[in-house]
């Protein structure tokens, strides 16, 4: 039973990743719980799927994505579950036509909603400083 939600949740990771490196927001949007929160990195909180909807709008008309996830733990706990990532690739700021790497570590926290997994909580932060990234 626990593997074939972890499953489930490895499913929703990947159908996540390709609504970033699509810059999907109806799509990333759509994968987050109604109450869900998205905690950017230098970048304030979203609370709530037209605050999030708006934040993912933003971020993708200023940066295109193409990452992987790589799942260092899933951990599952009744209704809730946890894992923890760190994704790589590369991101292209639109405004300077510049790619560059992209190394995150993430936090998601998913609630199950009948019977469905939903991002409730995610938060992730840059392995790298941005501001080494530039030079």
């Given at each position: 039973m626990e593997k074939d939600e972890k499953a489930k949740i490895e499913s929703l990771l990947k159908e996540y990743r390709l609504a970033l490196n699509t810059s999907n927001a109806d799509k990333a949007v759509e994968l987050y719980a109604k109450d869900g929160v998205f905690m950017p990195s230098?970048?304030?909180?979203?609370?709530g799927t037209p605050n999030i909807k708006n934040s993912?709008?933003?971020?993708?008309t200023q940066i295109c994505l193409?990452?992987?996830?790589?799942?260092?733990?899933?951990v599952?706990?009744?209704k809730f579950a946890?894992?923890?990532?760190?994704?790589?690739?590369?991101v292209t700021i639109r405004a300077l036509e510049k790619t560059l790497p992209e190394e995150n570590r993430e936090l998601f926290i998913f609630k199950n909603i009948d019977g469905e997994w939903k991002i409730g909580r995610y938060?992730?932060?840059?392995?790298?400083?941005?501001?080494?990234?530039?030079?």
């Open positions: 230098e970048a304030p909180s979203a609370i993912y709008d933003f971020i993708f193409n990452i992987e996830f790589f799942i260092e733990e899933i599952i706990e009744g946890f894992a923890t990532t760190i994704s790589k690739g590369t938060m992730f932060n840059k392995m790298t400083p941005a501001v080494q990234q530039t030079q």
